[in-house]
Nanobody
Framework: QVRLVESGGGLVQAGGSLRLSCAASGSIFSINVMGWYRQAPGKQRELVATITSGDSTHYADSVKGRFTISRGNANYPVYLQMNSLNPEDTAVYYC????????????WGQGTQVTVSS
């Protein structure tokens, strides 16, 4: 069982930056995909970025060139650096881990609020 806790959200002006962290308790299998998703009010949860255990990354078109996903260590396995933020980035951001130890298991954090003011 893996427990995820996000941090680093907050209120920032347009053009600013934030760095989100995801703390993990419990070990994660080496075959995994880690990601960040977000959900704005009244909208469905959407993918922001993912990184595989082979370090392949994927970004939503809306964040390409502005956001960077990266891996950390066992305690903080994934980060999201967000630059040039705009009000459309306002959402609750969720950390996600999908691990394969015989079968795929998926874990979510509780989310951290990011608010970008214009």
């Amino acid at each position: 069982q893996v427990r995820l806790v996000e941090s680093g959200g907050g209120l920032v002006q347009a053009g600013g930056s934030l760095r989100l962290s995801c703390a993990a308790s419990g070990s994660i299998f080496s075959i995994n995909v880690m990601g960040w998703y977000r959900q704005a009010p009244g909208k469905q949860r959407e993918l922001v970025a993912t990184i595989t255990s082979g370090d392949s990354t994927h970004y939503a078109d809306s964040v390409k060139g502005r956001f960077t996903i990266s891996r950390g260590n066992a305690n903080y396995p994934v980060y999201l650096q967000m630059n040039s933020l705009n009000p459309e980035d306002t959402a609750v951001y969720y950390c996600n881990v999908a691990e394969h130890g015989g079968r795929w298991m998926i874990y979510w954090g509780q989310g951290t609020q990011v608010t970008v003011s214009s």
